[in-house]
């Protein structure tokens, strides 16, 4: 629950710091784990899907990890912080 809860405020961070882009260069960054290994959560990838797709229509560019390794979270972050860089 505590790691759902920091993912959480992660993820509304994320998004908030991606409303102070010019609108035609927002970026989000959606993660939903659902899989882990003490056990599974149902909601947190249909969670992070919901999220994506409303970003989308709202003219964010999504990058979704949807029940990712470390190593796909860590090119996913990556990808973001680029892509915030080259926004400022």
């Known amino acids: 629950m505590k790691k759902l809860f920091i993912l959480s405020l992660t993820?509304?961070?994320?998004?908030?710091n991606s409303l102070f882009l010019n609108a035609e260069n927002r970026v989000a960054l959606v993660?939903?784990?659902?899989n882990y290994s003490k056990?599974?959560?149902?909601?947190?990838?249909?969670?992070?899907a919901?999220?994506?797709?409303?970003?989308?229509?709202?003219?964010?560019k999504v990058i979704p990890v949807i029940n990712?390794?470390?190593?796909?979270?860590?090119?996913?972050?990556?990808?973001?912080?680029e892509l915030i860089e080259l926004n400022v």
């Open 11 to 16: 993820l509304l961070g994320l998004f908030l």
């Open 31 to 34: 993660i939903g784990n659902s």
């Open 39 to 48: 056990g599974y959560l149902s909601n947190p990838q249909n969670d992070a």
């Open 50 to 60: 919901a999220i994506a797709e409303k970003l989308k229509k709202l003219n964010f």
């Open 68 to 81: 990712g390794n470390l190593r796909s979270m860590n090119n996913a972050i990556s990808s973001f912080k």
